[in-house]
Nanobody, 116 residues
Framework: QVQLVESGGGLVQAGGSLRLSCVASGSFFSIEFMRWYRQAPGKEREWVALISSGGTTRYSDSVKGRFTISRDNAKNTVYLQMNSLKAEDTAVYYC??????????WGQGTQVTVSS
């Protein structure tokens, strides 16, 4: 059984930084994409960033230039470095792994709160 566990969320002032981590455990096929999503209160879940198995990264326009996604394949871990945080970044952040089989796994989420 695959389990994803996020950590690193918390309360930070606007302009501050946080680093999220997501570790996968269990047995799974090769991970094609590692992605971060977020869901703010009263809003739909939105995609934030992805990193491919080859290291290609993509970001949503709302976080481009402020957030950096990275991965450690040996540790089955993905990171999200979040800088210059804004109040509108407040949300529950979820990691998502997609296998080459296209099966996906989700973490339970970690709360990020940015005070203005």
């Amino acid at each position: 059984q695959v389990q994803l566990v996020e950590s690193g969320g918390g309360l930070v002032q606007a302009g501050g930084s946080l680093r999220l981590s997501c570790v996968a455990s269990g047995s799974f096929f090769s991970i094609e994409f590692m992605r971060w999503y977020r869901q703010a209160p009263g809003k739909e879940r939105e995609w934030v960033a992805l990193i491919s198995s080859g290291g290609t990264t993509r970001y949503s326009d709302s976080v481009k230039g402020r957030f950096t996604i990275s991965r450690d394949n040996a540790k089955n871990t993905v990171y999200l470095q979040m800088n210059s945080l804004k109040a509108e970044d407040t949300a529950v952040y979820y990691c998502n792994f997609r296998e080459i089989t296209r099966k996906e796994y989700w973490g339970q989420g970690t709360q990020v709160t940015v005070s203005s």
